[in-house]
């Protein structure tokens, strides 16, 4: 068993890591991808990779029917062309980054053309998980309408330590969505994973319900940078717990600072992601290679 010092090196997650003492394996740097000259050339991306480009002319140089499952939380496009609000009692700002900012006909456009990447390098029937709020989640359900594409669920994750709203003028925004496609058509659509014992056992033996109540992300999951809408860990755990398994291959396309591809590396699954800000790619693997570290070095007492 381990005891409680083992622990404390490695941050908290839904269960724990299933790959301790393991024998380590460094996490390989990101690798830059620049736009393919000749748009039929196939790629093949590399298991427990990191890729630094931008999201659709990687993806569309990848090879059909390549990944088991997506994991992903886009740009939510709420980026406006002022300064980003504060809170006096709080470190937080809201998102003000130029990769975060379109208007509604290109946001529309670009969600269109990395939906119908994931679902052509997705296998049939294999799941999506997409991230959104208020501000896009309708935008990202409608084009899966018109895709015909199979909507499983509809997740709310509630968070009871919200930010308090900045401007006084509205309920405190608590919570997002993710959505979950099936790769098909809502016809076709059949034999999804869902991993219905495990997340029974999670939930203490009853049935678990699409309201998840899980904080923010805690400031031990920052240490290596922050990026202005990570997800916590035990959210991202939860998700490939739920909708893959063990030796399939994941992808995030928008990898962020890496909780997607951190939770897969903890729970063995091969992962595969997209990021493209160099600053986010490196924070992404510091926190991959630091905890993987500590996990596969620890001995395990008997």
């Known amino acids: ?22 024998e380590y394996e460094p996490v390989a740097k990101p690798l830059s991808v620049l736009a393919s000259k000749k748009p039929k050339d196939i790629i093949y991306p590399l298991d427990n990779q990191l890729y630094l480009g931008d999201s659709i002319p990687v993806l569309q140089t990848w090879p059909d029917n390549f990944f088991d499952a997506c994991v992903t939380d886009p740009p939510y496009n709420i980026a406006r062309n002022r300064k980003g609000l504060s809170w006096a009692f709080s470190s937080h700002v809201t998102i003000e980054d130029d990769w975060d900012r379109f208007t509604s006909s290109q946001y529309e456009k670009f969600t269109e053309t990395w939906l119908e990447e994931i679902c052509r390098v997705t296998r049939e029937n294999g799941n999506i998980f997409v991230f959104g709020s208020y501000h896009n989640i309708y935008t990202i359900g409608s084009i899966a309408a018109r895709m015909d594409l199979r909507v499983v669920n509809s997740i709310i994750w509630a968070k009871p330590n919200a930010q308090p709203n900045i401007t006084c003028r509205m309920f405190t925004e608590s919570t997002e969505q993710i959505l979950w496609l099936c790769n098909n058509t809502s016809k076709k659509a ?10 029974k056992e999670l939930n203490g033996g009853k049935q678990m319900r ?14 290596h940078g922050k990026h202005p809408s990570q997800k ?4 991202m755990e939860r998700l490939v717990l739920a909708g893959t398994n063990p030796g399939n291959r994941v992808l995030d396309c928008f990898a962020g600072s890496g909780s997607t591809l951190l939770a897969c590396d903890r729970l063995e699954r091969n992962w595969v992601g997209i990021e493209k800000d160099p600053v986010y790619c490196d924070i992404a693997h510091k926190r991959l290679e630091e905890e993987r570290r500590q996990r596969r070095l620890f001995p395990v007492s008997p």
Request: proline residues 8%; glycine residues 4%.
């Open 1 to 22: 068993m381990l005891t409680e010092l083992d622990m404390s090196s490695w941050a908290k997650g839904e269960v724990e890591p299933v790959d301790i003492g393991k």
């Open 190 to 199: 059949k034999k999804w994973t869902y991993n219905y014992q495990h997340m």
């Open 210 to 223: 699409n309201y998840w109540e899980i904080p923010l992300t805690p400031q031990r999951e920052k240490t």
């Open 232 to 235: 916590p860990l035990r959210l």
